[in-house]
């Protein structure tokens, strides 16, 4: 606490603000305390990383195979998960679309009120929703495809 008292009697006395020495044994402190707290966050993350390569190879060496009886083809649960896939990637090539088309109606009607700045803001929304669109068609399209083989 010593050190607090030295620090708060040096304040220049025209402006009442503290001496350039104070500011920089204020920045020396600073700037130690924070590499402690880097330090101690490196030191936790290895700890905490080296923990999880233990056990996760503790765990892979401890597992066991479990094999299957029976047939597993001809279960409720197979079959209702490839029916419950078919139809959602179905729902989602017909909605995908649908909605991308309404935002790019609302993005283009909030473009046109928009100024300069904000027309950057909404083009780039614009195209978000394209490919988002483009790339939930291809994602239901490759999941139906996939799906389409097991049956």
């Given at each position: 606490?010593?050190?607090?008292d030295l ?58 195979s479990a ?85």
């Amino acid at each position: 606490m010593e050190h607090l008292d030295l620090l708060s009697k040096r304040h220049c006395k025209t402006t009442g603000r503290a001496t350039s020495a104070d500011n920089n044994l204020f920045r020396r402190i600073h700037a130690s305390t924070l590499r402690r707290v880097e330090s101690a966050k490196r030191s936790i993350y290895r700890f905490t990383l080296s923990m999880n390569i233990l056990f996760s190879w503790a765990l892979i060496i401890n597992s066991q195979s479990a094999y299957a009886s029976g047939d597993i083809r001809g279960s409720k649960l197979v079959t209702g998960t490839e029916k419950l896939i078919g139809d959602v990637t179905t729902w989602l090539m017909i909605l995908a679309p649908v909605v991308a088309g309404l935002l790019i109606i609302y993005f283009c009607i909030r473009r046109s009120a928009a100024d300069e700045m904000d027309t950057k803001k909404w083009n780039n929304r614009i195209i978000v929703a394209i490919v988002s669109c483009i790339g939930a068609v291809l994602g239901s399209a490759t999941l139906n495809v996939i799906i389409g083989y097991y049956k």
